[in-house]
């Protein structure tokens, strides 16, 4: 059993930045971020192998987000710039079996969620 606990979440103003932090109890392999908004279904957002060398990034976020790992902390982590209104969501890290996925049910593991508001 994996426990994940996020952290780093809050409010910014358009065009500011955040970082996530997702720090795992134990070894895990495929990390990916999920978001959800208010009235909308959980989203995806960013995957990482878990060497750190492949990635994948939903379009919406693609050269404003940067996911990074650091395995012997058992951490990931999101850069999130450029930040806009639409990106206000509560935000999973999600840990899998799996090398690398995009799809929600393929992760095992998450955590309770961060909220990131974003002013206009």
């Known amino acids: 059993q994996v426990q994940l606990v996020e952290s780093g979440g809050g409010l910014v103003q358009a065009g500011g930045s955040l970082r996530l932090s997702c720090a795992a109890s134990?070894?895990?392999?495929?990390m990916g971020w999920f978001r959800q908004a208010p009235g909308k279904e959980r989203e995806f957002v960013v995957a990482v192998s878990w060497s750190g060398s492949s990635t994948y990034y939903a379009d919406s976020v693609k050269g404003r987000f940067t996911i990074s790992r650091d395995n012997p902390k058992n951490a990931v982590y999101l850069q999130m710039n450029s930040l806009k209104p639409e990106d206000t969501a509560a935000y999973y890290c999600?840990?899998?079996?799996?090398?690398?996925?995009?799809?929600?049910?393929?992760?095992?593991?998450w955590g309770q969620g961060t909220q990131v508001t974003v002013s206009s």
């Open positions: 999600a840990a899998s079996r799996r090398r690398l996925t995009t799809r929600e049910y393929d992760y095992e593991y």
């Open positions: 134990g070894r895990t392999f495929g």
